[in-house]
Nanobody, 115 residues
Framework: QVQLVESGGGLVQAGGSLRLSCAAS????????VGWYRQAPGKQRELVAQ???????HYADSVKGRFTISRDNAKNVVYLQMNSLEPEDTATYYC?????????WGQGTQVTVSS
């Protein structure tokens, strides 16, 4: 399996920025897809952004132009740069890895955006 540890969450005012990190226990070269998901209270978990080993990137419409996903294969870390944050972005953010070892999730990091 792949162990994932998220960090970088916190409290920020609307319009501010945060950068989330997802550190993987295995080389990100060996992980087919890494995705960032979020779940707000009372809502379903939703995909925010994902990046494949080939470099293909997908964003949810709600974050296009504001969020950027990237990966540092030398450090085995996937980042989510979040700019122009809105109160609606408040949620627990999770990292998910899909690889030959299956699908694995991190424990999540809380992002709270105040208005």
């Amino acid at each position: 399996q792949v162990q994932l540890v998220e960090s970088g969450g916190g409290l920020v005012q609307a319009g501010g920025s945060l950068r989330l990190s997802c550190a993987a226990s295995r080389s990100t070269f060996s992980i087919n897809t890494v995705g960032w998901y979020r779940q707000a209270p009372g809502k379903q978990r939703e995909l925010v952004a994902q990046i494949t080993s080939g470099g293909s990137i997908h964003y949810a419409d709600s974050v296009k132009g504001r969020f950027t996903i990237s990966r540092d294969n030398a450090k085995n870390v996937v980042y989510l740069q979040m700019n122009s944050l809105e109160p609606e972005d408040t949620a627990t953010y999770y990292c998910r890895a899909q690889s030959e070892w299956g699908t694995n999730w991190g424990q999540g990091t809380q992002v709270t955006v105040s208005s």
